[in-house]
């Protein structure tokens, strides 16, 4: 092959020069575009950021809740019902056996004092409600306005007499235990907060309840008397600790004015 000649030697410089201008170029442009693009997402997180300062802050409220459909007042009545006579038999076990005991004795008086037949009423719910398959007594008396006013407190009143009982019987059985006479009337004497001589007032209080009762101490002085010869004067509280009959009416007494205590204590608070 033959020398290049100078020509050619240019030819070849200027082919070099100009592919080395093309990549020079190419470079600086994708240079260029890369920083566009940098400050071009830089401005758009400046506007964004400046947004979001004066857009009004969306404030989520909560839709208002649905209300609860209302429960009948027949039937809250007799859950309440149920529940008070739950928990009478929870706590005197000694006087009900179960549920129906309970309602047994509502009826009974219901029916003594205010002529409450129970088929009756039950035949009369039935008659109101014929899509009902089985009906309590219960059932009925919650449907009827006038016998719920009835039930409600005749329930009361055995709530009241079941505590007394309870009372009555715990006494009965410390009196049992050897407890003496002081022993047994001291706590009523503190929660009447009785300030006379040995709580003198108080026994006065349960002898009354005694009288009321037909319990009388002239009654066991005669027996206590023959059974012992004794001609002098016999107290009451002699009576009380020598006669185990009447010991034990005593503290029943003294239970039941106590049970009766407590009542209007939590009343009045």
């Known amino acids: 092959m033959g020398k290049a000649t100078n020509r050619s030697a240019l030819f070849l410089d200027r082919a070099y020069i100009d592919q080395k201008f093309v990549e020079l170029r190419s470079d600086i442009m994708a240079t260029l575009d890369a920083k566009f693009r940098t400050v071009q997402e830089q401005e758009d997180k400046i506007i964004s950021l400046f947004e979001g300062?004066?857009?009004?802050?969306?404030?989520?409220?909560?839709?208002?809740?649905e209300k609860l459909p209302s429960v009948p007042e027949e039937i809250a009545w007799k859950m309440d019902m149920r529940r008070r006579v739950d928990k009478m038999v929870k706590e005197?076990?000694?006087?009900?056996?179960?549920?129906?005991?309970?309602?047994?004795?509502?009826?009974?008086?219901?029916?003594?004092?205010?002529?409450?037949?129970?088929?009756?009423?039950?035949?009369?719910?039935?008659?109101?409600?014929?899509?009902?398959?089985?009906?309590?007594?219960?059932d009925a008396v919650s449907d009827s306005p006038q016998w719920r006013s009835i039930f409600d407190p005749v329930l009361s009143n055995l709530e009241e007499d079941s505590r007394k009982e309870m009372e009555r019987?715990?006494?009965?059985?410390?009196?049992?235990?050897?407890?003496?006479?002081?022993?047994?009337?001291?706590?009523?004497?503190?929660?009447?907060?009785?300030?006379?001589?040995?709580?003198?007032?108080?026994?006065?209080?349960?002898?009354?309840?005694?009288?009321?009762?037909?319990?009388?101490?002239?009654?066991y002085e005669e027996g206590y008397r023959r059974d012992?010869?004794?001609?002098?004067?016999?107290?009451?509280?002699?009576?009380?600790?020598?006669?185990?009959?009447?010991?034990?009416?005593?503290?029943?007494?003294?239970?039941?004015?106590?049970a009766e205590q407590k009542v209007v204590k939590n009343d009045g608070n």
């Open 169 to 219: 019987r715990r006494m009965a059985a410390e009196a049992e235990m050897g407890k003496t006479r002081q022993e047994i009337i001291q706590p009523l004497i503190v929660a009447r907060g009785d300030k006379s001589n040995y709580g003198c007032a108080t026994y006065t209080l349960v002898k009354g309840r005694l009288k009321k009762k037909g319990i009388l101490y002239a009654n």
């Open 228 to 258: 012992t010869g004794i001609k002098r004067h016999v107290s009451n509280g002699e009576l009380i600790d020598n006669v185990p009959a009447l010991k034990r009416e005593f503290a029943k007494a003294v239970g039941e004015l106590l």
């Open 92 to 138: 005197y076990p000694e006087l009900y056996a179960d549920f129906n005991t309970v309602l047994r004795r509502v009826y009974g008086k219901m029916r003594d004092v205010y002529g409450f037949v129970s088929e009756q009423a039950i035949k009369e719910y039935r008659n109101a409600h014929p899509g009902i398959e089985r009906a309590s007594c219960l």
């Open 53 to 65: 300062t004066q857009r009004p802050e969306k404030r989520i409220t909560k839709a208002p809740a």
